[in-house]
């Protein structure tokens, strides 16, 4: 008697669909950042693997919202998006109901954040430097429980002695200067810092008025002139 697989006597042959076509959903994952196009790159990065189911948000409220209403196994949040506050969203949302674990991810803060958020038993520290091997290796390594930073990132020199002019300034001050004297408009600073123009536009303001000058070249000259880059 020949045997034919797949049938009975009462049944006709039939397709079976392989076991292994398509990976079950192992993780969801949020990930919040106001920038569409990298918010979009993250998205496809982290679907392109298999395993990992993605929601996205716009800024800090959307994602309190979305983690109210749908469970996620890990929560990514850009620093510096609208609603955060830095490590105030951070601690906000790690107190939100639920068993979702949150990280950091940016492209601006520096070790002191990362420390910090390591520190406030975050999930993490992604900074967007990240290749899209090792964010996607991160994101399950953090959704398995552990904590991520890059060594490379915690490792890297501290900036030496602060020069008197420097001291003047608030970080983010000092960063939007760098892009002043580096020929930057105002746009691609913004864009370099992952902030708005007008908070840019704020920035420059307090800074003039800290070093005693009136306009972006004034500012340009005397921290060139002062050997502040």
């Given at each position: 008697m020949d045997i034919e697989f797949g049938t009975t006597a009462?049944?006709?042959p039939r397709a079976v669909r392989p076991t292994l076509s398509k990976r079950p959903l192992d993780m969801r994952?949020?990930?919040?950042d106001d920038h569409d196009l990298l918010r979009e790159t993250l998205d496809m990065f982290l679907t392109s693997e298999g395993g990992i189911e993605t929601e996205?948000?716009?800024?800090?409220t959307e994602a309190e919202r979305l983690v109210s209403e749908s469970a996620f196994d890990l929560v990514l949040l850009d620093f510096s998006m609208p609603g955060m506050q830095g490590l105030d969203g951070l601690a906000r949302m790690m107190a939100m109901p639920g068993d979702h674990r949150v990280a950091i991810i940016s492209g601006t803060a520096d070790q002191?954040?990362?420390?910090q958020t390591l520190a406030s038993g975050a999930a993490g520290f992604l900074p967007k430097t990240l290749?899209?091997?090792s964010l996607i290796n991160a994101v399950r390594f953090m959704a398995m429980g552990e904590q991520y930073a890059p060594l490379e990132f915690l490792r890297?020199?501290?900036p030496v002695a602060q020069h008197p002019l420097a001291e003047k300034?608030?970080?983010?001050e000092f960063e939007v200067l760098r892009g002043l004297t580096e020929g930057?408009?105002?746009k691609e600073i913004a864009r370099d810092l992952d902030i708005r123009e007008p908070t840019v536009k704020l920035h420059m303001k307090t800074l003039y008025r800290k070093i005693g000058v009136s306009n972006r070249t004034q500012a340009a000259m005397i921290a060139r002139d002062e050997g502040l880059f």
């Open positions: 009462s049944q006709p994952i949020l990930i919040a996205t948000a716009a800024d800090y002191d954040v990362a420390q290749s899209a091997k890297a020199p501290t300034l608030s970080q983010r930057k408009s105002n």
